[in-house]
């Protein structure tokens, strides 16, 4: 009972981080930014979750919500939408792509998507140097590095990371940055070596992100790296499949 993570199909894993599920008795779910999309079904629908820049909340009956969380960048080359149109947003997969199998798997899904000539606007990159390009932004490179390196312009690369991930480098190497805070908070290090290890200036800069970002405090999350509220903490931008 309540959100459990699964490891993704084989054929998906450059695609897919994980596949998730959240059920029990209904409650109020709360979703945490990332940098992923998800593909979700829930409350009777599939809809895509798009790249959040902030916490938000979703009422959840008693039916399960199943996802499938995609790597940073990934799911946008699969709908060929950039992934700036679905910033905190939810939309019904059936809007933005039409020929689908009906009542398909999440699994199903995504492989149909995936099979698909993707844009380049939304692909810009093969998927090795998609990872490439977000661990760069993850362990801090700058913009400029980053760029020329793949052999970019830097604004080029800017606005790129637009349509891939939804928000430009600085925003996604908060997000990226806050949830490694999380699972460094979720193991059970201090704040203090948590700010250290996880690339902030200092604690306090550490607990204004965390606001920022959570909507709750970092008290919240010291017990067991989940919100200590009524709402289930999903540690995504986006939301649950399966």
Do not use: K
């Amino acid at each position: 009972m309540g959100y459990r993570e699964f490891s993704p199909p084989n054929a998906l894993r450059d695609l897919v981080e994980c596949a998730w599920v959240v059920d029990g008795p209904a409650e109020v779910v709360r979703v945490l930014p990332d940098g992923c999309m998800d593909l979700i079904r829930m409350n009777g629908r599939i809809v895509v979750a798009g790249p959040d820049t902030t916490a938000s909340v979703s009422p959840r009956d008693a039916e399960p919500f199943v996802g499938l969380r995609f790597h940073p960048g990934a799911l946008p080359r699969l709908l060929c939408v950039p992934a700036a149109e679905l910033r905190n947003d939810r939309v019904p997969l059936a809007e933005l792509r039409s020929g689908l199998p009906r009542h398909p798997s999440l699994t199903a899904l995504a492989a149909a998507l995936a099979s698909r000539e993707p844009h380049a606007e939304t692909a810009p990159w093969p998927l090795p140097l998609l990872r490439t390009v977000t661990s760069r932004v993850a362990a801090g490179f700058t913009v400029g590095d980053i760029a020329s390196e793949i052999g970019w312009s830097r604004r080029s690369l800017q606005r790129q990371c637009a349509s891939v991930y939804g928000y430009g480098p600085a925003m996604l190497r908060r997000i990226l940055r806050f949830r490694r805070a999380l699972i460094l908070l979720d193991r059970g290090l201090p704040p203090s070596e948590v700010a250290a290890r996880g690339g902030y200036a200092d604690q306090p800069h550490l607990h204004r992100e965390v606001r920022d970002l959570a909507g709750v405090p970092l008290a919240c999350f010291r017990q067991d790296g989940r919100a200590a509220n009524t709402s289930t903490q999903l540690p995504s931008g986006s939301a649950t499949v399966a």
